[in-house]
T-cell receptor
C-alpha cells in the first residue's frame, strides 16, 4: 500500500493516559499535516511538519499536545493526560512539497476517551 | 477570519446531475480543493482550482470564481457509490504555511 498509513485505526484511552498516533507518509512525501475532525465538524488543522522540523503548529493546543517527524520513522502526534474532549478522529495527510501539491490523507485514528 | 460555507446535506437521484456550492471568505487565497469522504474513511482528493474557470475530470467538474469567493463541484451521471461527504477546502497563505481550511462538508445522498 503506497498510501498514507496511520495506526492504530482505533484507540481507546482512559482519562489521564497518554495517546500516541502514528503516521507514515506516502513514499516520496516529506511534508506531513495533522488534522482533527469532531462529529459534524470540518477538519481542523493542527500542525505541519517536515523531517525533523515543525513548520506551523498554530492549530495545536499549547498544552498536552506535541508532534514530531523524526529523520527515521513515522510522524507521531502525542496527547498527554487525555480528557473526554480529545475524543475525535485524527487524520494525517502528506504531500511531496508545498505550493499546488494536493494533500493525500490517511484513514485516520479514531480516539475514544473513557 | 476564515469562513467556508457549504450546504449541510443534499439528496439527488441516481443518474442525475448535482451541484454542490461552496463560498469562502479568507484573508488570502492560494487554491481551492474538493475532497470526497465516505463515512469512516480518508478524504480523497477530487479536484483543485487556483484560476477562475471550470476544471473537468471525468464525471466530476469544479468551478471557481475568485472575485465572488465561490466554487462549485458538479457531479454528473450520479451513482449510488457517490453517496458521501464532499469537503471544500481553501489554502490560505495568510493562515500560515500551506495548511488547508475546510468547510464542514456536504453530505450527499444518492437515491434510486
Amino acid at each position: 500500500n503506497a498510501g498514507v498509513m496511520q495506526n492504530p485505526r482505533h484507540l481507546v484511552r482512559r482519562r489521564g493516559q497518554e495517546a500516541r498516533l502514528r503516521c507514515s507518509p506516502m513514499k516520496g512525501h516529506s511534508h506531513v499535516y495533522w488534522y482533527r475532525q469532531l462529529p459534524e465538524e470540518g477538519l481542523k488543522f493542527m500542525v505541519y511538519l517536515q523531517k525533523e522540523n515543525i513548520i506551523d503548529e498554530s492549530g495545536m493546543p499549547k498544552e498536552r499536545f506535541s508532534a514530531e517527524f523524526p529523520k527515521e520513522g513515522p510522524s507521531i502526534l502525542r496527547i498527554q493526560q487525555v480528557v473526554r474532549g480529545d475524543s475525535a478522529a485524527y487524520f494525517c495527510a502528506s504531500s511531496p512539497g508545498e505550493g499546488t501539491q494536493p494533500q493525500h490523507f490517511g484513514d485516520g485514528t479514531r480516539l475514544s476517551i473513557l | 477570519g476564515q469562513n467556508i460555507d457549504q450546504p449541510t446535506e443534499m439528496t439527488a437521484t441516481e443518474g442525475a446531475i448535482v451541484q454542490i456550492n461552496c463560498t469562502y471568505q479568507t484573508s488570502g487565497f492560494n487554491g481551492l480543493f474538493w475532497y470526497q469522504q465516505h463515512a469512516g474513511e480518508a478524504p480523497t482528493f477530487l479536484s483543485y482550482n487556483v484560476l477562475d474557470g471550470l476544471e473537468e475530470k471525468g464525471r466530476f467538474s469544479s468551478f471557481l470564481s475568485r472575485s465572488k469567493g465561490y466554487s462549485y463541484l458538479l457531479l454528473k451521471e450520479l451513482q449510488m457509490k457517490d453517496s458521501a461527504s464532499y469537503l471544500c477546502a481553501v489554502r490560505d497563505p495568510g493562515a500560515g504555511s500551506y495548511q488547508l481550511t475546510f468547510g464542514k462538508g456536504t453530505k450527499l445522498s444518492v437515491i434510486p
